[in-house]
């Protein structure tokens, strides 16, 4: 594609002398703009997919993928409707449960949180809960036991065998009134699944427990659902919304996190855009560089044309120039970026270390780990731009270098 000639003419320019200074200089920081834009939208875009995958890993493995809800709040004679689900083909589990909010008071403190209650069977086959446990033992959670997030734990200072009182939201008619319900729980388990919301706000204990509570007996108020993957949830939805018929409503794990998935939808690309101006910024230092050095090396090009150089020679070896400064830019930011990513967690474990300062707090982030997620065809489509960029750069100086008049270059020579 390039002749020695062409390429031993770029080289030449690439390497600036004591007098073109300053051309060098743009050239350098054009190279720099380029490697840290594309870096960056490398190390931001797999932050933003390992974001998405460890809540979406969180969210499912505590929420399922489909959820049956009762309209009266109540599903008698579960385990027929159970039966059914099961037999629906994509169908991997299911598993009644009930859920509800209450009202904790411990030693005079009180605040909300949502009760989930399941079989000790069902508790074991979610791996997110069984292998996340930090104190005490699932096979050991007896009878009016709970388990407790670690930040629930931590705030109202419990540890396993204290006890805690839960009050129901609808409570026991008297002739006095209503009078609250209420019962107390010993904890049984304390677990950290990595997400500050479930850390810090549920609550599970096992389905008996949990219908003598509220006052459920022999029923439930909710039935999960795992399909074979996420996706195929969507399939095996409307045979669900079949099976269960107009007593219940049926909603996958898209519908219950709309809201959030499109939010973390919309931010990806809003950061892939705003980060890519970075790039463009870099592409147009390198068009600045590209028409000084053009300006600069007019008596050059002009020798080379009356020595049988060509338009399309002259057009060439500046698009190899500037293509050489936007390529090398493209392969070290690919390099630094990927490199950053992979240690991320590393890198901000050492930068809290060395500032004193939580640059990841989960209250905030809902995680307790910097996620990063490398999806090669995101690195291979940021390339590819920053590539098309930088070589799109070099195309209108390379153009007026190759219509530059041997003449009038050498005129006043």
Do not use: C
């Amino acid at each position: 594609m390039f002749s020695p000639f062409e390429r031993m003419m770029a080289w030449r320019y690439l390497r600036a002398r004591k007098a073109e200074g300053f051309v060098s200089v743009i050239a350098t920081f054009s190279f720099l703009g380029i490697m840290l834009g594309v870096a960056t939208l490398i190390i931001v875009m797999s932050v933003m997919n390992g974001f998405r995958a460890e809540l979406v890993d969180r969210i499912l493995g505590l929420n399922g993928h489909l959820n049956v809800y009762a309209q009266s709040g109540e599903i008698g004679n579960y385990m027929s409707l159970v039966d059914r689900l099961e037999r629906i083909q994509g169908v991997e589990s299911v598993r009644p449960m009930i859920e509800g909010q209450v009202l904790i008071s411990v030693n005079g403190s009180a605040t909300g949180a949502l009760v989930r209650a399941m079989s000790r069977e069902d508790f074991a086959t979610k791996p997110i809960i069984s292998d996340s446990i930090v104190q005490g033992e699932l096979t050991s959670f007896k009878d009016q036991q709970v388990a407790i997030g670690i930040k629930l734990a931590q705030r109202l200072n419990l540890k396993i065998g204290d006890s805690m009182t839960l009050l129901a939201p609808k409570g026991k008619a008297t002739p006095f009134g209503t009078v609250p319900r209420s019962r107390t729980y010993t904890i049984g388990v304390i677990f950290d699944v990595g997400m500050y919301e479930y850390n810090n706000g549920f609550i599970f204990m096992d389905l008996p427990s949990a219908q003598q509570f509220f006052q459920l007996k022999d029923a439930v108020n909710a039935i999960e659902v795992m399909a074979f993957s996420p996706e195929a949830a969507t399939d095996v939805k409307d045979d669900m919304r079949i099976a269960v018929g107009s007593f219940a409503n049926v909603y996958d794990w898209r519908d219950a996190n709309s809201a959030f998935l499109n939010a973390l939808s919309v931010e990806r690309n809003v950061m892939f855009l705003i980060l890519t101006l970075i790039i463009i910024v870099a592409a147009f230092n390198i068009i600045s560089s590209m028409i000084m050095l053009v300006k600069d090396k007019g008596k050059d090009i002009a020798i080379l044309r009356t020595m049988g150089a060509t338009q399309k020679n002259i057009l060439k070896v500046f698009v190899l120039t500037g293509a050489s400064i936007g390529l090398a830019g493209t392969f070290f930011g690919a390099f630094l970026g990927i490199t950053f990513a992979m240690n991320i967690e590393t890198i901000r474990q050492f930068l809290e270390s060395l500032t004193g300062t939580d640059l990841f707090a989960d209250e905030i982030y809902f995680l307790s780990q910097l996620p990063a997620v490398l999806i090669w065809g995101d690195i291979i489509r940021v390339v590819l731009m920053a590539l098309v960029l930088s070589i799109g750069a070099t195309i209108y100086p390379a153009w007026r270098a190759s219509r530059l008049d041997p003449v009038e270059a050498l005129r006043y020579e």
